[in-house]
């Protein structure tokens, strides 16, 4: 799972590791939830050329990518409400997703780094899931 920032180059490094939230995505999104916040794939969106690439890897169905909606584009601050609140909640509890803690707070860091500084140039975004 990795952000994708709206237009060709936002002036900064927009990458993060998300494999460790892509590994814990169930239990983040029931961890969201409960937490009252909106889980991290209702930010979820893919043009043709990322639903090609995915369709590339092996994921999907041809057919159901041909009806995919517009890409749509979130406001960062959304995005932070979700990864503020989950790292408040991880950070309190640690042992929460057991070994995987450390490395899903790392990652929501790296969210939480990209967005402000997507918010900050009023810039939208969006979340990419790859299979690799």
């Given at each position: 799972?990795?952000?994708?920032?709206?237009?060709?180059?936002?002036?900064?490094?927009?990458?993060?590791?998300?494999?460790?939230?892509?590994?814990?995505?169930?239990?983040?999104?029931?961890?969201?939830?409960r937490l009252g916040v909106k889980p991290?794939?209702?930010?979820?969106?893919?043009?043709?050329?990322?639903?090609?690439?995915?369709?590339?890897?092996?994921?999907?169905?041809?057919?159901?990518?041909?009806?995919?909606?517009?890409?749509?584009?979130?406001?960062p601050d959304d995005g932070l409400v979700?990864?503020?609140?989950?790292?408040?909640?991880?950070?309190?509890?640690?042992?929460?997703?057991?070994?995987?803690?450390?490395?899903?707070?790392?990652?929501?860091?790296?969210?939480?780094?990209?967005?402000?500084?997507t918010s900050t140039r009023s810039l939208?975004?969006?979340?990419?899931?790859?299979?690799?």
């Open positions: 799972m990795y952000i994708v920032v709206e237009g060709e180059d936002p002036g900064f490094d927009i990458f993060v590791n998300g494999r460790g939230l892509a590994r814990n995505e169930d239990a983040l999104e029931k961890l969201a939830l991290l794939l209702e930010f979820f969106s893919a043009d043709e050329n990322s639903m090609a690439l995915l369709l590339e890897e092996g994921a999907g169905d041809p057919e159901w990518a041909k009806t995919l909606p517009p890409p749509q584009w979130f406001s979700t990864i503020g609140t989950l790292l408040d909640f991880l950070q309190d509890n640690p042992s929460a997703l057991g070994s995987e803690t450390a490395a899903v707070l790392n990652e929501l860091e790296e969210y939480e780094r990209v967005l402000r500084k939208r975004w969006q979340l990419a899931v790859s299979w690799r």
